[in-house]
């Protein structure tokens, strides 16, 4: 899997959020509630409405216990010449 855009990062990002969260039996009201987030907010970032930050990120790799590594993409990202120094 290449990942060359910043919505195909924040695309596998929301695809796992949703994973992990199905896999601990969250519905996104509790997963809302454990973050001191609305349910709208959840719903907002797994339908791709709203981007998560890192610390959205980290909030919700610590509520639904697993790394924030295991929510980022696990496949190098080729992000272009445009970062090449």
Do not use: W
């Not at 519905?27 to 890192?54: H, M, P, R, V």
């Not at 190098?76 to 970062?83: E, R, T, V």
């Amino acid at each position: 899997m290449q990942l060359d855009n910043f919505e195909g990062i924040q695309s596998n990002i929301r695809l796992n959020i949703i994973r992990f969260r199905r896999e601990r039996a969250f519905t996104q009201e509790q997963l809302a509630n454990e973050l001191g987030y609305s349910q709208a907010f959840i719903n907002q970032i797994e339908s791709g409405q709203k981007d998560c930050n890192l610390e959205h990120v980290y909030k919700l790799a610590t509520i639904l216990q697993c790394s924030i590594h295991d929510l980022l993409p696990n496949k190098h990202l080729n992000l272009g010449d445009k970062y090449a120094k």
